[in-house]
Protein backbone atom coordinates (compact mmCIF):
# COMPACT_ATOMS: atom_id res chain seq x y z
CA UNK A 1 0.00 0.00 0.00
CA UNK A 2 0.96 3.37 -0.40
CA UNK A 3 3.20 4.88 2.47
CA UNK A 4 4.04 8.46 3.35
CA UNK A 5 7.00 8.61 5.94
CA UNK A 6 7.34 11.97 7.90
CA UNK A 7 10.67 13.17 9.69
CA UNK A 8 10.76 14.12 12.42
CA UNK A 9 8.04 12.39 14.36
CA UNK A 10 8.48 14.90 16.99
CA UNK A 11 11.20 18.23 17.54
CA UNK A 12 12.24 20.58 20.13
CA UNK A 13 13.87 23.56 19.15
CA UNK A 14 14.58 26.93 20.73
CA UNK A 15 12.71 30.28 19.85
CA UNK A 16 14.02 32.39 16.90
CA UNK A 17 15.44 28.74 15.56
CA UNK A 18 13.84 26.88 12.15
CA UNK A 19 12.52 23.76 12.00
CA UNK A 20 12.50 21.50 8.61
CA UNK A 21 9.89 18.55 8.23
CA UNK A 22 9.92 16.28 5.46
CA UNK A 23 7.25 13.82 4.04
CA UNK A 24 8.39 11.59 1.25
CA UNK A 25 6.16 9.72 -0.61
CA UNK A 26 7.84 5.84 -0.60
CA UNK A 27 5.90 4.18 -3.54
CA UNK A 28 4.43 6.30 -5.57
CA UNK A 29 4.33 9.57 -6.77
CA UNK A 30 2.96 12.45 -5.05
CA UNK A 31 1.68 14.72 -7.45
CA UNK A 32 -0.02 16.95 -4.76
CA UNK A 33 0.72 17.11 -1.03
CA UNK A 34 -0.85 19.22 1.42
CA UNK A 35 0.20 20.37 4.86
CA UNK A 36 -1.92 20.66 8.08
CA UNK A 37 -1.67 21.29 11.86
CA UNK A 38 -3.49 20.34 14.41
CA UNK A 39 -3.81 21.75 18.22
CA UNK A 40 -4.45 19.65 20.89
CA UNK A 41 -7.78 18.32 20.84
CA UNK A 42 -8.68 20.09 17.62
CA UNK A 43 -9.27 19.07 13.78
CA UNK A 44 -6.53 19.02 11.27
CA UNK A 45 -6.41 22.88 9.56
CA UNK A 46 -5.28 22.57 5.92
CA UNK A 47 -2.20 24.94 5.74
CA UNK A 48 -0.90 24.70 2.11
CA UNK A 49 -2.05 22.86 -0.84
CA UNK A 50 1.81 22.40 -2.70
CA UNK A 51 1.99 20.71 -6.44
CA UNK A 52 5.30 19.30 -7.60
CA UNK A 53 7.11 22.34 -9.20
CA UNK A 54 5.40 24.98 -8.73
CA UNK A 55 4.22 27.27 -5.85
CA UNK A 56 2.22 26.18 -2.86
CA UNK A 57 -1.50 27.52 -1.93
CA UNK A 58 -1.50 29.10 1.19
CA UNK A 59 -4.99 28.88 2.89
CA UNK A 60 -5.77 32.62 4.20
CA UNK A 61 -4.17 33.83 7.24
CA UNK A 62 -1.38 31.82 7.03
CA UNK A 63 2.03 33.33 6.21
CA UNK A 64 3.34 31.97 3.57
CA UNK A 65 6.90 33.72 4.60
CA UNK A 66 6.56 31.71 7.94
CA UNK A 67 6.26 28.34 6.69
CA UNK A 68 7.96 27.39 3.69
CA UNK A 69 7.20 24.94 1.46
CA UNK A 70 9.28 22.89 -1.14
CA UNK A 71 7.93 20.35 -2.96
CA UNK A 72 11.13 19.54 -6.03
CA UNK A 73 10.17 16.26 -6.52
CA UNK A 74 7.57 14.05 -6.67
CA UNK A 75 8.42 11.88 -3.83
CA UNK A 76 9.33 15.09 -1.49
CA UNK A 77 7.84 17.72 -0.10
CA UNK A 78 9.20 19.54 3.26
CA UNK A 79 7.62 22.84 5.68
CA UNK A 80 10.53 24.90 6.71
CA UNK A 81 9.47 26.85 9.95
CA UNK A 82 11.06 29.45 10.12
CA UNK A 83 12.21 31.62 13.29
CA UNK A 84 9.71 29.88 15.31
CA UNK A 85 8.14 30.77 18.77
CA UNK A 86 6.25 28.65 21.15
CA UNK A 87 2.55 29.63 19.35
CA UNK A 88 3.99 27.41 16.29
CA UNK A 89 4.41 24.75 18.82
CA UNK A 90 1.47 22.19 17.40
CA UNK A 91 0.77 18.82 15.53
CA UNK A 92 1.93 18.76 11.58
CA UNK A 93 0.98 16.08 9.01
CA UNK A 94 1.25 15.98 5.81
CA UNK A 95 -0.65 14.00 3.12
CA UNK A 96 -0.03 13.11 -0.14
CA UNK A 97 -2.18 13.05 -3.13
CA UNK A 98 -1.45 10.45 -6.02
CA UNK A 99 -3.18 9.84 -9.50
CA UNK A 100 -5.43 7.49 -9.35
CA UNK A 101 -3.98 3.60 -9.96
CA UNK A 102 -1.36 4.81 -8.12
CA UNK A 103 -1.65 2.51 -5.43
CA UNK A 104 -2.95 5.68 -2.85
CA UNK A 105 -6.32 4.63 -0.96
CA UNK A 106 -8.47 6.53 -2.48
CA UNK A 107 -5.29 8.73 -3.18
CA UNK A 108 -4.55 11.05 0.32
CA UNK A 109 -2.12 9.38 2.31
CA UNK A 110 -0.92 10.76 5.62
CA UNK A 111 2.32 10.84 7.35
CA UNK A 112 2.64 10.17 10.86
CA UNK A 113 2.98 13.64 11.97
CA UNK A 114 5.45 15.70 13.81
CA UNK A 115 5.23 17.14 17.17
CA UNK A 116 6.64 20.47 17.21
CA UNK A 117 7.48 22.06 20.36
CA UNK A 118 9.29 25.49 20.15
CA UNK A 119 11.14 26.44 23.88
CA UNK B 1 -17.87 29.55 3.37
CA UNK B 2 -17.03 25.51 2.71
CA UNK B 3 -17.34 23.91 6.22
CA UNK B 4 -17.80 20.47 7.93
CA UNK B 5 -19.39 20.55 10.97
CA UNK B 6 -19.28 17.04 13.18
CA UNK B 7 -21.61 16.52 16.19
CA UNK B 8 -21.41 15.92 19.25
CA UNK B 9 -17.66 17.40 20.19
CA UNK B 10 -16.96 14.71 22.57
CA UNK B 11 -18.94 11.49 23.58
CA UNK B 12 -18.39 8.96 26.72
CA UNK B 13 -20.22 5.48 26.79
CA UNK B 14 -19.07 2.33 28.48
CA UNK B 15 -18.37 -0.32 26.55
CA UNK B 16 -20.74 -2.44 24.11
CA UNK B 17 -23.03 0.63 23.97
CA UNK B 18 -24.08 1.88 20.54
CA UNK B 19 -23.19 5.10 19.67
CA UNK B 20 -23.98 7.84 16.07
CA UNK B 21 -21.93 10.63 15.07
CA UNK B 22 -22.61 12.90 12.97
CA UNK B 23 -21.19 15.25 10.37
CA UNK B 24 -23.00 17.81 8.05
CA UNK B 25 -21.25 19.98 5.43
CA UNK B 26 -21.73 23.03 2.91
CA UNK B 27 -19.21 22.90 0.45
CA UNK B 28 -19.05 23.46 -3.30
CA UNK B 29 -18.25 20.90 -6.17
CA UNK B 30 -18.67 18.36 -3.34
CA UNK B 31 -17.04 14.97 -4.62
CA UNK B 32 -16.50 12.43 -1.85
CA UNK B 33 -17.12 12.37 2.31
CA UNK B 34 -14.45 10.25 4.36
CA UNK B 35 -14.43 9.25 7.65
CA UNK B 36 -11.14 8.82 9.93
CA UNK B 37 -10.04 7.24 13.21
CA UNK B 38 -7.10 9.92 14.79
CA UNK B 39 -5.65 8.14 17.93
CA UNK B 40 -1.90 9.60 18.76
CA UNK B 41 -0.77 9.95 15.52
CA UNK B 42 -2.08 10.79 11.93
CA UNK B 43 -5.12 9.98 10.95
CA UNK B 44 -6.14 6.69 9.64
CA UNK B 45 -8.84 5.73 6.71
CA UNK B 46 -12.13 4.56 7.74
CA UNK B 47 -14.29 5.17 5.07
CA UNK B 48 -14.87 7.10 1.61
CA UNK B 49 -18.98 7.74 0.45
CA UNK B 50 -19.69 8.69 -2.63
CA UNK B 51 -23.37 7.93 -3.18
CA UNK B 52 -26.05 8.62 -1.54
CA UNK B 53 -27.97 6.06 0.62
CA UNK B 54 -25.34 3.13 0.26
CA UNK B 55 -23.96 1.91 3.67
CA UNK B 56 -20.72 0.97 4.08
CA UNK B 57 -19.48 -1.72 6.54
CA UNK B 58 -16.42 -2.78 8.42
CA UNK B 59 -16.78 -4.79 11.38
CA UNK B 60 -18.79 -3.17 13.89
CA UNK B 61 -18.56 0.32 12.45
CA UNK B 62 -20.78 1.61 9.65
CA UNK B 63 -21.40 4.54 7.78
CA UNK B 64 -23.97 5.86 5.19
CA UNK B 65 -24.28 9.36 3.38
CA UNK B 66 -27.27 11.62 2.88
CA UNK B 67 -26.33 14.41 -0.45
CA UNK B 68 -30.13 15.43 0.29
CA UNK B 69 -29.17 16.10 3.86
CA UNK B 70 -25.35 16.81 3.27
CA UNK B 71 -24.83 14.46 6.40
CA UNK B 72 -23.44 11.74 6.97
CA UNK B 73 -23.70 9.45 9.91
CA UNK B 74 -20.73 7.12 11.43
CA UNK B 75 -22.07 4.24 13.59
CA UNK B 76 -19.98 2.09 15.89
CA UNK B 77 -21.93 -0.63 17.55
CA UNK B 78 -20.95 -2.67 21.11
CA UNK B 79 -18.21 -0.41 21.42
CA UNK B 80 -15.04 -1.12 22.98
CA UNK B 81 -12.07 0.87 24.92
CA UNK B 82 -9.87 0.70 21.63
CA UNK B 83 -12.79 2.52 19.77
CA UNK B 84 -11.60 5.79 22.22
CA UNK B 85 -10.35 8.53 19.65
CA UNK B 86 -10.98 11.31 17.72
CA UNK B 87 -13.03 10.69 14.64
CA UNK B 88 -13.03 12.66 12.22
CA UNK B 89 -15.15 13.56 8.91
CA UNK B 90 -13.76 15.41 6.27
CA UNK B 91 -14.91 16.14 2.63
CA UNK B 92 -13.41 16.31 -1.19
CA UNK B 93 -14.57 19.04 -2.58
CA UNK B 94 -12.80 20.70 -5.61
CA UNK B 95 -12.02 19.36 -9.51
CA UNK B 96 -10.27 15.97 -10.01
CA UNK B 97 -7.15 18.04 -10.34
CA UNK B 98 -7.17 19.85 -7.00
CA UNK B 99 -9.52 18.04 -4.44
CA UNK B 100 -8.60 18.69 -1.25
CA UNK B 101 -10.08 17.72 2.41
CA UNK B 102 -11.89 20.03 4.67
CA UNK B 103 -12.18 18.67 7.74
CA UNK B 104 -14.72 18.72 10.18
CA UNK B 105 -13.67 19.40 14.29
CA UNK B 106 -13.85 15.96 14.81
CA UNK B 107 -15.90 14.29 17.71
CA UNK B 108 -13.68 12.57 20.67
CA UNK B 109 -15.05 9.50 21.71
CA UNK B 110 -13.90 8.01 25.23
CA UNK B 111 -15.35 4.35 26.14
CA UNK B 112 -14.99 3.39 29.56
CA UNK B 113 -14.56 -0.17 31.09
Same mark, same amino acid.
Given at each position: GAVVSQHPSWVICKSGTSVKIECR =? *?????TTMFWYRQFPKQSLMLMATSNEGSKATYEQGVEKDKFLIN?? =? *??LSTLTVTS?????SSFYICSARSWP????LYGYTFGSGTRLTVV | EDKVVQSPLSLVVHEGDTVTLNCSYEVTNFRSLLWYKQEKKAPTFLFMLTSSGIEKKSGRLSSILDKKELSSILNIT??????SAIYLCAVIHGSSNTGKLIFGQGTTLQVKP
Open positions: =S *LDFQAHA =S *LTAHPEDGQGA | ATQTGD
